[in-house]
């Protein structure tokens, strides 16, 4: 059974900075690509970012794009999302998931299999 499991995220203030963790485990962390996911008080889960297996690509909303960095340390099953210039708009929980095998693209989240609880990230203004 895949567990995973989320971490970083709090409170700061606007212009600031935070970085998600998320270890899974259950699977070949290093076989399978990652996403972040994100979802507002009242609104849809939305995609954020995306990495391949091997972190040759990354892929990015466009809300977040050059704000936004996602990472991965196979050595370590972790992937990590290194946010900046926060905005209030990107309060929201942020799931962490695990692609499932399926050629689908990345950015839905119909092609995650497996998904951590959330971590809360509040921008304050």
């Known amino acids: 059974q895949v567990q995973v499991v989320e971490s970083g995220g709090g409170l700061v203030q606007v212009g600031g900075s935070l970085r998600l963790s998320c270890a899974p485990s259950?699977?070949?962390?290093?076989?399978?690509?990652m996403g972040w996911f994100r979802q507002a008080l009242g609104k849809e889960r939305e995609f954020v970012a995306a990495i391949s297996w091997n972190g040759g690509s990354t892929y990015y909303s466009d809300s977040v794009k050059g704000r936004f960095t996602i990472s991965r340390d196979n050595a370590k099953d972790t992937v990590y999302l290194q946010m900046s210039s926060l905005k209030p708009e990107d309060t929201a929980v942020y799931y962490c998931?695990?692609?499932?095998?399926?050629?689908?693209?990345?950015?839905?989240?119909?092609?995650?299999?497996?998904w951590g609880q959330g971590t809360q990230v509040t921008v304050s203004s």
């Open positions: 998931a695990v692609k499932g095998r399926g050629t689908g693209s990345p950015v839905s989240e119909y092609e995650y299999d497996a």
């Open positions: 259950g699977r070949t962390f290093s076989s399978y690509a």
